[in-house]
Structures are given as C-alpha cells and as structure tokens.
C-alpha cells in the first residue's frame, strides 16, 4: 500500500540554523509533491511544490529537494526564527488529480 | 489574501444527530475538498467535488457522508448519523484547478472542530 512517512519526533533546533525535514514514500511514483506548514488548530496552509525532474526548488529561505530514486524529499529552513515553529506536512497526489495524501507530519520547535 | 471560509468553527453534538458543516470556498474555484484531522494524526482526504459532482472519495467517505453544493458559493459536509470516531477537525478546501495541474494551490480553511459526545 501508498505510504508517506515523516519523522514523527519533533525537531528542537537554535534559533540562526537550519532546520530540514525529511519525508519518504513508498508504492507512489508522483508527477511531484508538496509541502505544508500546518499551525496548531489551524488548516494546512501550502509552501512548496516540486515537481519529480526538478532536484531542488527555492522560495526564500525555504529550499526543497526531490529524489525519486530514493523516493525522499527533504525540506531545509535555512536561518530559522522562532516564527517558523509549526508541523510541517508533506502530501503527495493521487496522480488523477483529485485529492491529496498527506504524511504525519513534523513538528519543529525554534529556540531563540 | 483569498480565504476559504468554515462555519460552525466548533460543534458538539449528541451521538447519531446529524450535522452539516459550511464551507465557502474562494469564489473563482472549481475544485472543492473535504479533509478531516483526528486530533494528533494525519490530515486525511475525504472527498473532491468538481462540476456538482463527487470526483473522488476514500474510505471513510461512507454512506453516512454526503456532499453538496447548495447554491453558487456554499459547500457543505453532512454526516447523517454522527458516531464518536467522527470527532475530528473537518477542513474544506478549494482549488482553482485540479491538484493534478502542476502549480496549483490547494487553500485550505480554518476548520470546524466536531466533538461527538
């Protein structure tokens, strides 16, 4: 069956580094993924979307890598603030278009 | 900043009542979705809406679900007969295109937390 796993422990870092998420799948082979912050008690809200023949997509300091082959992405936070404390879900789609899986999620934790 | 919009934003209700849950979605979107969240797990997919009718559904979408697009800018989830396990926080969302296009933004509401007592 699909699966989608993220690192389920929180990531606790310093306020100044960078923080980087990891998300790996198995049983998909995606047109591209997605990257979601999600606050508590609030809707996912969407950052990033890469697509499987880019290796490495950026949007301010948030960079995302995709390997199909290793079928991971990893997403950095390059100078983190504490403002960037919050559950980061990947979500792969279905490939008809129509709806979203999502994985569990990690939460990160910015110290200043 | 378009916003999709959720009401009631909290419900508690009795066991077996039925509930509806209001969503409305940014106003040039063709693409609707319900997701639920338990409280502590995943965001789960339940249904897409496209061209008033349902596109996709998982699991969980059973018959005690139903969807429906009342007027031009309403989006509602009922569940005919709510059991415990239905406590959830119920999102909805919405896309201008499919979430196959590439590039597409999926925009999620706020959420409406079912507690089911």
């Known amino acids: 069956s699909q699966k989608i796993e993220q690192n389920s422990e929180a990531l606790n870092i310093q306020e100044g580094k960078t923080a980087t998420l990891t998300c790996n799948y198995t049983?998909?082979?995606?047109?591209?993924l997605q990257w979601y912050r999600q606050d508590p008690g609030r809707g996912p809200v969407f950052l990033l979307l890469?697509?499987?023949?880019?290796k490495e997509k950026r949007k301010e300091r948030l960079k995302v890598t995709f390997d199909t082959t290793l079928k991971q992405s990893l997403f950095h936070i390059t100078a983190s603030q504490p403002a960037d404390s919050a559950t980061y879900l990947c979500?792969?789609?279905?490939?008809?278009?129509?709806?979203?899986?999502f994985g569990g999620g990690t939460r990160l934790m910015v110290k200043p | 900043e378009p916003e999709v919009t959720q009401t009631p934003s909290h419900q508690v209700t009795q066991m077996g009542q039925e509930v509806i849950l209001r969503c409305v979605p940014i106003?040039?979107?063709?693409?609707f979705y319900w997701y639920r969240q338990i409280l502590g797990q995943k965001v789960e997919f339940l249904v897409s809406?496209?061209?008033?009718?349902?596109?996709?559904k998982s699991e969980i979408f059973d018959d005690q679900f139903s969807v429906e697009r009342p007027d031009g800018s309403n989006f509602t989830l009922k569940i005919r007969s709510t059991k415990l396990e239905d406590s959830a926080m119920y999102f909805c969302?919405?896309?201008?295109?499919?979430?196959?296009?590439?590039?597409?933004?999926?925009?999620f509401g706020e959420g409406s937390w079912l507690t089911v007592v």
């Open positions: 969302a919405s896309s201008e295109v499919s979430t196959g296009v590439i590039g597409n933004t999926i925009y």
């Open positions: 049983n998909y082979s995606p047109a591209y």
């Open positions: 890469i697509r499987e023949n880019e």
């Open positions: 979500a792969l789609d279905n490939n008809a278009g129509n709806m979203l899986t």
């Open positions: 106003s040039n979107h063709l693409y």
């Open positions: 809406f496209y061209n008033n009718e349902i596109s996709e």
